[in-house]
Every structure is written in C-alpha cells, then in structure tokens.
C-alpha cells in the first residue's frame, strides 16, 4: 500500500456564477521516499490537489463528489477533524505557496517553530523526546533545542543564536529553510511543498532542491512537490504527474515521462520551455487557453487545443499504462511497450 493514494478525485466549488468543477479525476499514488513533481498551467489544480490531502479545502463551498484519498491506509474523506488535526501536526507536513501563511513578520522565528513543536508534542509526545509528563518548562526547552536542531539541519548557520532572529532578518533563500524545518518539525512521512523555490534565485533554487533530495534520501520522507517549471522537476523529482485543468494526464517515472512524452498536453509543455541557443523569436507557446471550469468540455478537456483531437476525445479517455514506467490519459499516445 502506498503511503498516499488519491483516486479519481474530483473536488467542486460554488461561486457566484454556479460550480465550478474544479478536480475532475485525479489519480496519484506516493511511496515512502518518493519525490513527485506535480506539475501543470496556472489553475490546473495543483494547489488544491496538496491541500486536499490535508483536508484543507473548506466545504463548504467546496465539495468532493467522487473519488477518494487514503493517507496510510486512512480515509481522509471521511476523517473528522480532530484526526486531520493530528495528521497535520505529526505526519503531514506542508510549505504554503500563499505567503501570508508563512512566517509571521512579528514573532522571533524560534517563538514561531516551538509553537509548532509544542502542538505537534501535544498529538505525539515523542516528537520532544520527552514523555507526556514533562513539565511545561522542559517541553518548552525541548522545543527550543529542537528548533534549533532543525534549523542546523536545513543549512541555517548559528541557528543557536539565529533562532532569535525576526522573519525580516534572514534572505528569502533563508527563510524557505527556515520554513522547511518548521514542517519537518513532526517528523512527518510526507512533505507537501507548494512551489517552494518559486521566488529563488536559481542557485539558491539549487540549493533548497539539494536539501529536499537529502531529505527524501536520508529520511525516507516522501515530497509532493508542487511547480509549474519542469526544470525543478528535472533536478530532484523520482516521479511526475502532469495535470491539465483538474486531472492527472500523464504520471510517471520523472526521466521517461520528461525525455519521451507520451501526452500532447505534456509534448507541448516540454516544447514551449525556453532553450538556450534557440533563435530569437522562436518561443512557442500553447495555442488556446484552459477551459471554463464552469462548463468544461466533455471528454478530454485538452481535445480544444490539442492538436491531434479525433471525435472520440468527445469521450473522457481513462488513465493507461503506456510502458512500463508510466500512465497517460489520451486515446491517441503511442503505448509502445
Ligand atoms: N476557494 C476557491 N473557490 C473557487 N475557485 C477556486 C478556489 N480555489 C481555487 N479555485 C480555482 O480552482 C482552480 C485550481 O486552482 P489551484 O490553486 O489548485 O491551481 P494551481 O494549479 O495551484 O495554479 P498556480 O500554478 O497558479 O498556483 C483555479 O481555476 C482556481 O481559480
Ligand atoms: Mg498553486
């Protein structure tokens, strides 16, 4: 059993103008020390696909009509919300792409990460080391050593005196450590990571990616990172899925799906990015937009823009193997063995 399964999850919201059908089948399947890159256009549902799986998603307005997500066998449907509670604090650890859930600008880091460290002991008194009688005293001093054992963990020189500092006092670079150790600080089975290394440098970028990869090695934590560039994915991710407007279109093995794409939607993603030594003006982009989750097409809802679409791609085509390494969802790929 793989320690999270997401099968054909469909997730709807109301607004104003109806309901919009914003997951429409999304399958996904994560083991232990696993890195999935979960990539895909803005509003293809990325973001909603992670915080789903924390049950972040507030329903209302949204609701999840079909489909189902397990997280270690549990059925996080239908868990209520103390367990989802506690699966956060100690088992699920997330990185928002919403900076405004970050860190707080007027809190000392280290009041921030003890804070987290001290709910997570709450659901699982080991994450201190200590037993559940210990004072509050020693928890708190617990905690504080444990902040600053993370935050030396995730590369943050002087952590013993950096743990004092405010948000404003480290660089970006810095703070998405910082923001790393505080999800590690339950020592969770998986990490979600929205668009982590989003406002990075590329070395920086770089740098972060090589802490997640160590991560995942060392601790057979499992990432779910989540990125619009195929270039992070490249770098770290063992796996990819690719959405496109609320399902998973093609998921794989990272190397074959990114060297060989069997989707026209994953085909054209590869060829729109930019490539150093191409001709001036050469850059393509993807003709069309992404459908009106409001009414989307039936069928394949790439089939507008795709341009190899017959009339049976009026039909939703099922996720496929295609290989041995990978699935896709389109009637027209090659399944070549
Ligand atoms: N609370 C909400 N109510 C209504 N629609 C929403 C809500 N949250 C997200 N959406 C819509 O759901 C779709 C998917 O959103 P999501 O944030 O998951 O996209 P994403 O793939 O993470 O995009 P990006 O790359 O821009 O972060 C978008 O069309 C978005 O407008
Ligand atoms: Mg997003």
């Known amino acids: 059993m793989a320690l999270v399964e997401i099968e054909n999850l469909h997730l709807a919201i109301r607004a104003f103008e109806g309901e919009a059908q914003v ?54 449907l239908a868990a ?136 995942a090695r060392e601790q057979g934590l499992a990432i779910l990172l989540i990125t619009h560039n195929l270039g992070v994915v490249a770098q770290i991710a063992s796996h990819v899925a690719v959405m496109y407007a609320g399902r998973v279109v093609e998921r794989g093995a990272a190397r074959a799906v990114l060297k060989a794409p069997a989707h026209p939607y994953t085909q054209a993603l590869i060829a729109s990015l930019p490539r150093a030594g191409a001709a001036r003006g050469s850059l393509v982009g993807i003709p069309g937009v992404v459908p009106n989750l409001f009414s989307p097409p039936a069928g394949c809802r790439f089939a507008p823009r795709c341009p190899l679409a017959v009339a049976r791609c009026g039909e939703a085509p099922p996720l496929e193997a295609a290989g041995a390494a990978r699935e896709v969802a389109c009637w027209r790929a090659e399944r070549a063995a």
Request: hydrophobic letters at 45%; aromatic letters at 4%; one cysteine or more.
């Open 23 to 76: 997951l429409a089948g999304v399958d996904l399947a994560i083991e232990r020390g696993e890195i999935w890159g979960l990539v895909g256009e803005t509003g293809c549902g990325k973001s909603l696909t992670g915080l789903s799986i924390s049950r972040l998603v507030s329903s209302p307005p949204a609701r999840y009509p079909k489909g189902a997500i397990r997280f270690d066998g549990r059925d996080i």
């Open 80 to 215: 209520d919300e103390a367990e989802m509670r506690k699966l956060r604090g100690r088992r699920i650890g997330m990185i928002f792409q919403d900076p405004t859930t970050n860190l707080n600008p007027a809190f000392r880091v280290g009041e921030q990460m003890i804070d987290v460290a001290l709910h997570a002991a709450r659901v699982d008194a080991s994450v201190l080391g200590l037993d559940a009688k210990a004072s509050a005293r020693a928890r708190r001093a617990a905690a504080r050593a444990l902040a600053v054992r993370l935050l030396e963990r995730v590369g943050v020189a002087r952590a013993a005196e950096r743990v004092d500092d405010y948000p404003h006092q480290f660089s970006g670079g810095m703070r998405q450590r910082v923001l790393i150790a505080m999800a590690l600080i339950g020592k969770p089975d998986l990490l979600i990571a929205d668009e982590p290394t989003t406002a990075l440098d590329v070395s920086v970028q770089a740098q972060i990616l090589k802490l997640l990869h160590e991560l």
